[in-house]
């Protein structure tokens, strides 16, 4: 009796797990079907940079990462600057939803809050642009930078990325010598470089990247900066100056940014946002050996193609650059605290790094002078 009520349990409670297992693998079968009936998630984007800019490409290649990272699950389209705002109003354009996402810089929001310019216009404290993306992931700048957007109530998820070398000084029509042959030039630059290039008595305008050669061909600029040899071959520098001053103190630690409207990007699914922050790594290290290789053939080819001169800018300049730009940063400070957060910050984390960076990285000159110089080993190898 009591083993034949066993096996009727047995056959029933088989039933009922059979029966219930199929249903969760039916269930399981269909969840990805369901979320793949939703479709993909379509973002439009503007950069701010002309088609032709390296810049852009840089913009395209990140999005490209993102569409074949999550499988077409997430497809960004990036147009260029000016498709449908103008290069210095994609953040609020991003803010309130017009654009989906962009591709830019800091500095180019520094009529919002002048403390944005802190991520890479200045001398970064004796650090380069990597080390400055160091301080901004490990060093309290991430958290910083979402407090800084909050103060202006700007709608959006903020990724710099993207670490670019010590910019030029600048094109001129005759090489620059001391600080006075600054004195009166009607100059491009944009962020904090503004201050210090007024303090160095220069009458600056600040323009975005696609309207400079256009106003040193007009007249209405006698000199200006942009950033490398690749966007400044492209964007026609040499057609209008063939003198160019390597080495500056104004943007020698600069980064991109990759903006999100936080609204969209809050909706994302968490792994979708995960794919986006190690992407946006991935992406940073690729511009970063892209730059390298594109940056130095541009540079050759500027030298011998398009007949341009570099010159050093000189110590004398660059001394100068440091006291007015120290004297900037403290009348900021003492106008804003945020700002004067952000640069306590910066700076504890910079005395740190670079007294490191200083102590143990070899000076690179003498290999490539042994190399490339006067006895050129490297022709004997």
């Known amino acids: 009796m009591t083993k034949s009520r066993n096996r009727t349990w047995d056959k029933t409670s088989r039933r009922k797990f059979l029966s219930g297992a199929a249903v969760a693998g039916a269930a399981m079968v269909a969840a990805p079907s369901v979320v793949k009936a939703q479709g993909p998630v379509n973002m439009r984007w503007q950069s701010t940079w002309p088609s032709k800019d390296i810049f852009h490409e840089f913009a395209v290649d990140f999005a490209k990462k993102i569409n074949d990272m999550t499988g077409g699950d997430l497809k960004i389209e990036v147009l260029p600057a000016g498709a449908v705002v103008p290069a210095f109003g994609l953040l609020d354009a991003v803010s309130q939803g017009t654009l989906d996402g962009g591709h830019g810089v800091l500095v180019y929001h520094y009529g919002k809050q002048t403390a944005l310019a802190l991520w890479g216009s200045g001398p970064g404290f004796a650090m380069d642009a990597n080390m400055l993306l160091a301080w901004h992931k490990y060093g309290g700048g991430k958290e910083l930078l979402a407090k800084l957007y909050d103060s202006i109530g700007a709608n959006v998820v903020s990724f710099p990325y993207g670490p670019m070398p010590t910019q030029p000084l600048g094109w001129f029509k005759n090489p620059v010598a001391k600080v006075e042959d600054i004195n009166g030039l009607k100059f491009r630059t ?14 600056v305008n600040a323009l975005p990247g696609g309207e400079i050669v256009s106003a040193l061909d007009r007249g209405l600029l006698d000199a200006a900066e942009f950033n490398n040899a690749s966007s ?10 063939k003198i160019c001053m390597l080495q500056s ?11 999100f409207n936080k609204t969209k990007y809050d909706a994302l699914p968490e792994q979708m946002k995960a794919i986006i922050g190690n992407a946006t790594e991935a992406a940073s290290q690729d511009m970063h050996w892209k730059a390298i290789d594109r940056y130095s053939k541009d540079y050759r080819e500027m030298q011998t193609a398009d007949k341009v001169k570099f010159y050093k800018t000189p110590d004398v300049i660059l001394k100068k650059q440091l006291e007015v730009y120290d004297e900037v940063v403290k009348k900021k400070a003492g106008e ?13 984390f910079a005395e740190r790094a670079t007294r490191w ?3 143990t ?16 080993a490297a022709k004997k190898i």
Not at 190 to 203: E, K, N, P, Q, Y
Not at 336 to 348: D, G, H, T, V
Not at 362 to 376: I, K, L, P, Q, T
Request: aromatic content about 12%.
């Open 249 to 259: 103190y104004h943007q020698n630690a600069e980064q991109f940014e990759i903006l």
């Open 361 to 376: 990285v070899v000076s690179r000159r003498m290999a490539f002078d042994h190399y490339f110089g006067e006895n050129a």
């Open 190 to 203: 944009v962020g904090i470089s503004i201050d210090v290039f007024t303090g160095l008595g220069a009458a």
């Open 357 to 359: 960076e200083q102590d």
């Open 232 to 241: 400044d071959r492209v964007l026609g520098f040499p057609d209008v100056s």
């Open 336 to 348: 804003n605290p945020l700002f004067k957060e952000i640069l306590i910050s910066q700076i504890a």
